[in-house]
């Protein structure tokens, strides 16, 4: 599976980005794909999931009613919609993809990343 992610960019607090995550390759018709961020010199933190067959969802506190993911099936792309930004957003987000259908926040048990897009939120 081959994951690219793109749609950062700057923008003030409170606007918005959409990223995108468009998947190639191998199905990901039983799999999970989910976004993560990682601000400079901090770890990498899980912020969004979703179930490619379900539509189920997963959202970290930090971004719960501020960021909403989706998928489109027949474009084999899915999204984040990120509202009201904060300075603390700032960061390279990525996508990442695993096998099977839980829905989880683990960094690890995803095993196919996109290259990052970087977001930078400024005050």
């Known amino acids: 599976v081959q994951l690219q992610a793109s749609g950062g960019g700057l923008v003030q607090a409170g606007g918005s980005l959409r990223l995108s995550c468009a998947a190639s390759g191998r199905s990901l018709s039983t799999g999970v794909v989910g976004w993560f961020r990682q601000a400079p010199g901090k770890e990498r933190e899980f912020v969004a999931a979703i179930s490619w067959r379900s539509g189920s969802t997963y959202y970290a506190d930090y971004v719960k009613g501020r960021f909403t993911i989706s998928r489109d099936n027949a474009k084999n792309t899915v999204y984040l919609q990120m509202n009201s930004l904060k300075p603390e957003d700032t960061a390279v987000y990525y996508c990442?993809?695993?096998?099977?259908?839980?829905?989880?926040?683990?960094?690890?048990?995803?095993?196919?990343w996109g290259q990052g897009t970087k977001v930078t939120v400024s005050s």
């Open positions: 990442a993809a695993k096998e099977g259908y839980a829905v989880v926040a683990v960094t690890t048990s995803y095993i196919y």
